[in-house]
């Protein structure tokens, strides 16, 4: 090859290298969810009373805001009919809901998983995850005279014991293999109570031993992860596979570790989370739905930080 042909080939090859690199750190250095094709969730509870109150007017601000898809938290007294309806008004998707272990008006865990099934079909939700454990008869099932929900929870978590936690994961299983028939997936939240220490493992870590990965997912919530002192990109990447859904919370540096139901929370972002590290691990270890949750009190109106979070996150570059 004449020394001019040679010269020419290798200053073309460094100009596509070079395209091929620009092109790599172009697409890198876009938002973390424009760049894996992932829709910015919220888990209505964020909103409180008001999504009970109004709830067309309440989805139609979340949509206003840019959420593309919600959580629910229950059925806000609606037939899956008209809760449908109204999210297909606002152009929002429900993919997942919560759905209570025990007695819940319109559906639990505990009554017909085949009525559980047909509703979360009709409102387009593909996944059914269990916000808190089954509470054993013998702690009460409501809370006593003069005790509110939080202070019940509280204690009913605290007498709970690793015979308890493994009753649970097999409740799990068992409505995992049932709602699976109907194209559900069910799942587990997380609070920080599940990490107590039970005489050298804890409750979560009972649940993700001895549930069925093909049949129970678990949904992370960071910021109840972080309260509890645990790392939350740790404990997912530890757990690869095993977290598909996460609550994208925030809580401030004044927060100190607990097991007690208890975190000092933020908006999204102005927290103490790293997200540019914390975004990318859960990723990488399986969590493709993110919904935004924020805890009271809130620093203003609800939809505020709603607002706030979700464009934090819309323009998060990890």
């Known amino acids: 090859m004449r020394p001019l042909h040679r010269r020419a080939l290798l200053a073309a090859a460094a100009v596509g290298l070079g395209a091929g690199v620009s092109g790599a750190a172009q697409a890198q250095a876009r938002p973390f969810f424009r760049r894996h094709g992932l829709p910015i969730g919220i888990q209505l509870y964020t909103l409180g009373p008001e999504a009970a109150r109004d709830l067309e007017g309440t989805l139609a601000a979340v949509a206003g805001i840019g959420f593309r ?37 319109g559906a639990s865990f505990d009554g017909d998983v085949g009525k559980v099934a047909e509703a979360l079909n009709v409102v387009g939700a593909t996944h059914a995850v269990m916000p808190i454990p089954r509470i054993p008869e013998r702690l009460g099932l409501v ?76 949904e992370a919530d960071v910021g109840w992860i972080a309260a509890s002192g645990q790392d939350p990109a740790e404990l997912l990447t530890r757990h690869k596979g095993r977290f598909t859904l996460m609550h994208v919370k925030d809580l401030k540096a004044s ?25 990318p691990a859960a990723h990488a ?32 570059v990890a």
């Open 255 to 279: 927060t100190q570790p607990n097991f007690t139901l208890a975190m000092d929370p933020s908006d999204i972002g102005a927290g103490r989370m790293e997200w540019k590290r914390l975004l």
């Open 143 to 218: 809370p006593a005279a003069g005790e509110d929900f939080v202070g019940y929870l509280r204690r009913v978590f605290s007498q709970m014991t690793a015979d308890d936690w493994r009753a649970n994961a097999q409740f799990l299983n068992e409505k995992g293999a049932a709602l699976a028939r109907s194209g559900i997936r069910v799942g587990y939240h997380n609070h920080n109570m599940e990490f107590a220490p039970l005489g050298g493992v804890s409750g979560m870590e009972i649940l993700l031993a001895e549930t069925d990965p093909k049949l129970v997912t678990f």
């Open 69 to 105: 898809t919600v959580e629910l938290a229950g059925f806000y007294g609606r037939s899956p009919q008209d809760l449908r309806a109204a999210l297909d008004k606002a152009g929002l998707k429900a993919t997942s809901a919560h759905i209570q272990p025990r007695g819940a008006p």
């Open 285 to 316: 270890a399986g969590v493709r739905h993110f919904f935004l949750e924020q805890e009271p009190p809130f620093p203003g109106p609800r939809i505020d930080s709603a607002r706030a979070g979700h464009d934090f996150l819309a323009g998060l």
